[in-house]
């Protein structure tokens, strides 16, 4: 079959709810009028640790109910222990849901909240990450399964018998995930079903799990996520705010709201575990790696084991012969950390490719002409070949545009009035991944085809990217493409996470199409179960490079980024407007985690203090000056249909070192513990 339209794919189409989401007619979670809602305000715990005796309410306030695990309905108890909202009286970390208020208005909820009393026995906590804590063990696996600890060749003695070797310690704090849309949920119960309006990553995921809570089967739960403001992995699975308002609507007998305040979501809905990250590299005279070795330590909770895969990068970045990697752990009296965007890569990279720079001052080698030098033929520690891998042509294309060449490798060199300048580089990966999936395409009778698809669009575009496949597919124009997501009752898809949705949504909606075409019938519907997990265990990565210049005010120690490139070489890049504003949101949160974000820990009572956005910080549009990402014509057959190997958060990988390094270059002060604030450059 020929066909001879245009290709869709490739295309700067614009979103195609864009319209709807400017003119503010997009609804998102909470703005469902479901008749007749009630509003339930989550009381949090005040202590990090300790029992809840009692809740003592106002019997003169204006509520529908007060719920707390001495008269909320019983749960069935699922695999997220956070999930077990107001079932116990044991209180595991501060901030921890501990009672739900609903009223007839916000206000009254929130007033009755603020009256409650609650008999609390507080135990004593812990609550701060050290390399010393008596308590740090090696889990068996990181996220999502890989071992926590590799080796081969003898680190030691290399390094010991290198011409050349760094040994620093990183630290990156505890970043807190603020998508610009609060975790909100209405939750409505009917004849026993339940339905959920409720902003998430993953509605079939969501209707699950929130589910076998109330012991449904996923059918009878209904999830509705026609539009999200932004996830970044804290809405990858249902979190409190969900169950909280199913049981809240349960007890009253009306729809409940649940949203979450954005000082509550510094506690409920996971954050980035702070890291301290040891690396140890060793070289020759001419900066060939000998030896890498990459340990973190993290944390994770009382309730539940997360490991965030903080050294997991290292081992497939660059060739050495001797190699060890590892994590450990110390559960603290603190929230579970979570998914968020790029989830170990993101606080990995940060330590390799910061102290890659300090080893190649050491060795008097440019940065990149280091990088290239352990440039590895196959995936270092399996020694399996890469699909493809074009991090090299990522380096010198983008030193070409960033205008690299002839730098001057001393640091504390370019001054231009108060203002340091330098420039620095790091590189970038992620992995390329799909997950299953389901999708559903019938031909409708004015010639149009109707694509349905249990996936969500997080503001990436990516209905419109489906649309853009599907059309492909049907060799079709995309307006003849009526694109349906964002409900649990469509076929089932796969999270939107781990830059996984184009490729795992895509390679279904594909293969619908095409058997839509094959069989000559008005409806197929395609699970891509198989193929994926047939695919061949080979290195599946996309690569980039980061080039940043900052200027630093030698009297202040304000820093400023004021350019900020990267190079990537990710695929086929399925729609370049919406691929740009990814790798460009990335980027930018990247310079948020090497300038401004930073959870302040109070560790005497076990909270973040910064638990706002006006104290923490996040960049704005002043802070982002001449930004821009460019990406490499790269052709992988071997990774799915499309070619594509997912953008949605390389952006943030590797963007903060190449800051924290340009801010050595400018100032010679090498900061190992991010952020970067200014009285760490004074
Ligand atoms: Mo992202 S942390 O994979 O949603």
Redesign the pocket.
């Known amino acids: 079959m020929t066909a001879t339209l245009p290709t869709a794919v490739g295309a700067p189409l614009a979103r195609l709810e864009g319209p709807e989401k400017v003119t503010g007619t997009a609804k998102y979670a909470a703005e469902y009028r479901t008749g007749e809602v009630a509003y339930g305000w989550v009381v949090q715990s005040p202590v990090p640790r300790g029992r809840l005796n009692a809740v003592l309410a106002d019997p003169a306030a204006d509520t529908l109910a007060v719920l707390w695990h001495g008269n909320a309905p019983r749960l069935k108890s699922g695999d997220d222990p956070e999930l077990d909202v107001l079932q116990s009286d044991r209180i595991s970390y501060r901030g921890q849901a501990v009672a739900l208020v609903v009223a007839g208005t916000l206000e009254a909820a929130r007033r009755a909240a603020q009256e409650l009393r609650l008999d609390i026995t507080t135990e004593e906590h812990d609550a701060l990450l050290r390399t010393d804590h008596p308590g740090l063990y090696t889990p068996e696996r990181v996220n999502p399964a890989f071992p926590a600890e590799t080796s081969s060749g003898d680190v030691d003695t290399a390094l010991a018998a290198a011409a050349v070797a760094v040994d620093v310690t990183y630290r990156t704090p505890a970043l807190h995930n603020n998508p610009m849309e609060p975790h909100a949920t209405i939750a409505r119960w009917q004849d026993g079903d339940l339905e959920l309006h409720d902003s998430n990553?993953h509605p079939s995921g969501v209707a699950a799990t929130v589910g076998a809570l109330f012991g449904l089967p996923p059918e009878r739960v209904h999830v509705i996520t026609e539009h999200v403001g932004g996830?970044?992995?804290s809405k990858?699975t249902a979190r409190p705010n969900a169950v909280l308002a199913a049981l809240g609507a349960k007890v009253v007998g009306r729809p409940v709201k649940v949203v979450l305040p954005r000082q509550a979501m510094f506690s409920m809905v996971g954050h980035r575990t702070p890291t301290i990250q040891r690396i140890r590299l060793g070289a020759e005279p001419d900066g060939t790696l000998t030896a890498i070795d990459h340990q973190a330590t993290e944390q994770t909770s009382r309730l539940f084991e997360f490991a965030e895969q903080t050294t997991v990068v290292t081992r497939h970045m660059y060739a050495a012969p001797n190699r060890r990697t590892g994590h450990r752990l110390a559960r603290l009296d603190m929230p579970t950390p979570r998914?968020?965007?790029?989830?170990g890569e993101a606080p990995g990279m940060v330590g390799l490719e910061c102290a890659l720079d300090e080893l190649a001052e050491r060795l008097g080698i440019d940065p990149i002409e280091l990088r290239v030098r352990n440039e590895p033929a196959v995936e270092p520690e399996t020694g399996v070949p890469f699909t493809s891998r074009h991090y090299v042509e990522c380096l010198r294309a983008g030193a070409e545009r960033f205008g690299w060449a002839g730098r001057d490798p001393r640091p504390r060199q370019r001054r231009d009035g108060d203002w340091w300048i330098g420039t620095g580089m790091a590189g970038a990966t992620y992995p390329t991944m799909a997950q299953p999936s389901t999708a559903r395409v019938r031909a409708l009778a004015d010639g149009a085809f109707e694509v349905a698809i249990g996936a969500t669009d997080l503001g990436t575009g990516a209905r419109t990217i489906l649309t853009q496949i599907a059309a492909d597919a049907l060799a079709v124009p995309v307006e003849r493409i009526r694109i349906r997501i964002g409900d649990s009752t469509l076929p089932k898809a796969s999270v939107?996470?781990?830059?996984s949705g184009s490729a795992s949504w895509g390679w279904a909606v594909t293969g619908a199409c095409r058997e839509l075409r094959a069989s000559g019938r008005d409806e197929a519907t395609f699970d891509s179960s198989e193929l994926v997990q047939h695919q061949e265990k080979d290195g599946r990565h996309a690569f980039g490079a980061h080039f940043a210049e900052v200027r630093v005010d030698a009297v202040t120690g304000e820093v400023r980024v004021s350019r900020l490139f990267g190079m990537f070489a990710a695929g086929r890049i399925l729609n370049p407007r919406t691929a740009r504003s990814q790798l460009l949101g990335g980027m930018i949160m990247g310079m948020g985690m090497a300038l401004h974000e930073e959870g302040v820990l109070d560790p005497a009572m076990g909270e973040w203090v910064n638990h706002d956005l006006a104290e923490y910080h996040i960049p704005v549009h002043a802070d982002v000056e001449d930004i821009d990402a460019a990406w490499l014509d790269e052709h992988d057959d071997r990774i799915n249909p499309m070619g594509s190997k997912g953008i949605?958060?390389i952006g943030i990988v590797g963007s903060p070192a190449a800051i924290v390094n340009a801010v050595w270059h400018a100032t010679g002060i090498r900061v190992r513990d991010l952020p970067v604030r200014l009285d760490k450059l004074l």
């Open positions: 990553q996830g970044f992995g990858g998914w968020m965007r790029a989830p939107a996470g781990g830059s949605g958060e």
